[in-house]
């Protein structure tokens, strides 16, 4: 008897980071014939990752345009992704999280009447506009999948409650939290290595920040980008940026950080520095979803610069606190976590809501059981 066909299909870097782990264990199941399609909605960012842990995808669609819109990546990815499905006729296909990719990846194999997977399943925010258009994306998946990968109790309540089958919800855990221990222990052990960071003063406090959200760009990115700039004045502190590509983040984020004094604005980094910079950081400022999660894992405090997250648990364990784009919020609480020796200590408890680092192996012994009595 032929082994079940798992197609996972993907096209961003979170999405690549949360899959590969997954990949992986998959690939080292022999009752499984595995196929991966990336979308390229992120073009060099994806394949940083894919490099990182030796995936080689069996189709590339490269969707990526320049000042690509949200209806025209939706409607490439259906229209790239159909002839896939035709020519390798999975028998699920596995998406991840809250992307473009991941709402037409799933809609696409709807369309051809094949089982989904959704990985990561079950974040709500409540709000379409916060994230957008990530929390329909999710929302709408939900509701095309038979099978959800819900990260935490607390996902699988979200989904329990839009009337999703509780036999149909599997808590597992996140895989980002596999990956992210997976680089880390490499790191410290030696077996993965990056090059020095030239620019790192070791005698300052060294802060991270992300910032890239679409419903933050304008006046919102400002006010953060001042308040980062009020926060660099301090002596005892530098900031490390690495700046996103879309024109609405790097335009404004030189206007006002570049040539500034403590501030390093640099080029987006690859998956292994990027972890590397996350172990050296003191904490963290981000909008970033898979920072809310991987952070608490390093022992490191986070600054969300959203309104809402999808992701509260980690704001009820105290190892992340909202303070979105008010930049007088954003000051003060870069300041306590920078004066209050308690504070900071109160929040840099290794307490991590979302996974201890298995998620992938549950999820390859569940779908292995549902495959198996499906055929």
């Known amino acids: 008897m032929s082994r079940p066909g798992l197609l996972l299909v993907f096209g961003t870097r979170p999405e690549a980071i949360k899959l590969c782990p997954l990949i992986q264990e998959l690939r080292r199941r022999e009752e499984f014939a595995v196929r991966v399609c990336v979308t390229a909605q992120h073009r060099a960012m994806l394949d940083q990752v894919l490099e990182t842990f030796q995936v080689v995808p069996d189709y590339d669609l490269d969707i990526m345009r320049p000042h690509q819109n949200l209806a025209g990546i939706t409607a490439r990815i259906l229209d790239s992704l159909d002839p896939v499905l035709c020519e390798c006729s999975p028998q699920m296909v596995i998406v991840q999280g809250d992307t473009t990719t991941t709402l037409a990846g799933a809609l696409a194999a709807f369309y051809r009447r094949i089982s989904v997977a959704h990985v990561e399943a079950g974040l709500r925010t409540g709000d379409p506009a916060h994230p957008f258009p990530e929390e329909m994306n999710r ?12 990260p935490t109790q607390a996902a699988a309540n979200n989904l329990r409650a839009e009337g999703i089958r509780p036999e149909h919800i599997h808590i597992t855990g996140n895989t980002g939290i596999d990956a992210v221990l997976y ?3 490499a790191l410290e052990s030696g077996a ?75 080029e987006p980094l690859s998956y292994v520095p990027f972890i590397d910079l996350l172990r050296r950081a003191y904490f963290l400022i981000t909008d970033s979803g898979g920072i809310q999660e991987e952070a608490p894992s390093l022992g490191k405090p986070v600054l969300v610069m959203r309104e809402k997250t999808e992701r509260p648990e980690a704001v009820e364990a105290g190892t992340v606190k909202l303070v979105g784009t008010d930049e007088e919020r954003i000051v003060g609480e870069a300041t306590r976590l920078l004066d209050d020796t308690g504070e900071y200590l109160r929040m840099t408890r290794v307490h991590n809501p979302y996974g201890d680092g298995e998620a992938s192996r549950r999820i390859g012994g569940i779908l292995q059981q549902y495959l198996a009595g499906s055929a």
């Open 183 to 185: 680089v880390s222990r």
């Open 192 to 266: 993965l290595q990056v090059s020095e960071w030239p620019w790192l003063d070791t005698r300052r406090r060294l802060i991270v920040v992300t910032s890239h959200r679409r419903e933050n760009f304008g006046d919102g990115f400002r006010r953060e980008m001042n308040a980062l700039l009020r926060i660099a004045q301090r002596a005892d502190v530098q900031l490390v940026y690495p700046v996103h590509r879309n024109p609405n983040v790097f335009a404004p984020a030189n206007e006002l950080l570049g040539g500034r004094p403590n501030i390093h604005l640099v």
């Open 139 to 150: 929302v709408l998946t939900s509701r095309l999948a038979q099978l959800h990968f819900a």
